[in-house]
């Protein structure tokens, strides 16, 4: 059986976007909200105590080599001084959602032109002072980075959530049948230009 959510983009500003991503978010059951300036995007994301941690996501390293591999390319900075491939195993969804969005961004940017691409993010947490799930992400976009910071925004909320909803399926059991697959590596795996993405398949 398959859910089909068909979300419709509307980008005639940012404040309709952010909006309608919200809205995405509760059906989700979590939320993020954006702020922006000159030197930076702010995500402020608010995750269930279910979801904190890949180590309750045990396939998504395996998802992530399938649907995005160049990710495990980017320098990650942590306290054990582990690379990005060993890190994901047990690291905090927002660091995980922050991997995504820079890679996304670099690959709008190179699609647009760009020679060389860098982009830096950084994922902080008090839950002493805020409340336990409470992710705040910092990437530093700046205001030439808006037509691309949207889409990469898009295509990381799609592949955050099929990680969500999939990373505790064996991919190497047939859990997913062929056509599943290969759907999924189409809609997911390489960043378009166009805004509007096609019905987007849940198995539930």
């Given at each position: 059986?398959?859910?089909?959510?068909?979300?419709?983009?509307?980008?005639?500003?940012?404040?309709?976007?952010?909006?309608?991503?919200?809205?995405?978010?509760?059906?989700?059951r979590?939320?993020?909200?954006?702020?922006?300036?000159?030197?930076?995007?702010?995500?402020?994301?608010?995750?269930?105590l279910?979801?904190?941690?890949?180590?309750?996501?045990?396939?998504?390293?395996?998802?992530?080599?399938?649907?995005?591999?160049?990710?495990?390319?980017?320098?990650?900075?942590?306290?054990?001084?582990?690379?990005?491939?060993?890190e994901?195993?047990?690291?905090?969804?927002?660091?995980?959602?922050?991997?995504?969005?820079?890679?996304?961004?670099?690959?709008?940017?190179?699609?647009?032109?760009?020679?060389?691409?860098?982009?830096?993010g950084?994922?902080?947490?008090?839950?002493?002072?805020?409340?336990?799930g409470?992710?705040?992400?910092?990437?530093?976009?700046?205001?030439?980075?808006?037509?691309?910071?949207?889409?990469?925004?898009?295509?990381?909320?799609?592949?955050?959530?099929?990680?969500?909803?999939?990373?505790?399926?064996?991919?190497?059991?047939?859990?997913?049948?062929?056509?599943?697959?290969?759907?999924?590596?189409?809609?997911?795996?390489?960043?378009?230009?166009?805004?509007?993405?096609?019905?987007?398949?849940?198995?539930?």
């Amino acid at each position: 059986m398959y859910k089909y959510f068909v979300v419709l983009f509307l980008f005639e500003t940012r404040k309709n976007f952010v909006r309608m991503i919200k809205n995405c978010y509760q059906l989700k059951r979590y939320k993020i909200s954006i702020k922006q300036n000159k030197k930076s995007s702010q995500i402020k994301m608010e995750m269930p105590l279910c979801c904190l941690s890949t180590e309750h996501l045990p396939f998504t390293k395996t998802i992530l080599n399938i649907l995005l591999p160049h990710i495990f390319r980017g320098k990650c900075f942590n306290d054990g001084e582990l690379p990005f491939r060993i890190e994901v195993e047990n690291t905090e969804t927002g660091h995980l959602f922050e991997h995504i969005l820079l890679e996304y961004l670099c690959d709008y940017k190179i699609k647009l032109g760009a020679k060389t691409v860098t982009f830096c993010g950084e994922t902080q947490w008090n839950w002493k002072k805020e409340k336990r799930g409470i992710f705040n992400i910092t990437v530093n976009t700046c205001d030439e980075d808006v037509d691309i910071f949207y889409p990469a925004l898009e295509k990381s909320i799609e592949l955050f959530d099929f990680i969500l909803e999939n990373g505790q399926r064996n991919f190497t059991n047939n859990t997913f049948n062929n056509w599943y697959y290969l759907l999924a590596v189409d809609f997911l795996a390489a960043p378009r230009l166009d805004l509007c993405p096609p019905f987007f398949p849940i198995r539930l």
